[in-house]
C-alpha cells in the first residue's frame, strides 16, 4: 500500500496546489478589474473637466466678443448724429 499512500499524497498535493493558483488567479483578476475601473474612471473625470474648461473658456471668449462688440455700437452711437444714422440705415439701393 506505499505506492497508493504516496500517489494518494501527491494528488493531494497537487490538487492544494491547483485550489492555492486559481485563487491567486482570481485576486489578480479582480484587482486588474479594479485598476481598470479606477482608470476609465479617472479618466473620465479628467475628459470631463477638460470639456468644462474648453466650455469655460468658449464662454468667456464669447462674452467678451459680445462685450467688446456692444462697446463698439456703442462708440459708433455717439460718433453720429441721429440724422447721420438714419442714412446708415437705408438700404443702398
Known amino acids: 500500500g506505499n505506492a497508493k499512500e504516496k500517489a494518494s499524497m501527491i494528488i493531494s498535493d497537487a490538487r492544494k496546489k491547483a485550489e492555492s493558483l486559481i485563487e491567486e488567479g482570481k485576486k489578480r483578476v479582480e484587482s486588474v478589474s479594479k485598476g481598470a475601473e479606477n ?15 474648453v466650455k469655460d473658456a468658449v464662454k468667456s471668449g464669447a462674452d467678451a466678443f459680445t462685450e467688446e462688440r456692444n462697446k463698439m455700437n456703442s462708440d459708433d452711437k455717439h460718433k453720429y448724429t441721429a440724422e447721420e444714422r438714419s442714412k446708415q440705415n437705408k438700404p443702398r439701393y
Do not use: P
Request: glycine fraction near 6%; charge should be negative; avoid cysteine.
Open 39 to 53: 482608470l476609465l474612471s479617472s479618466s473620465k473625470d479628467m475628459v470631463d473637466d477638460g470639456v468644462s474648461k
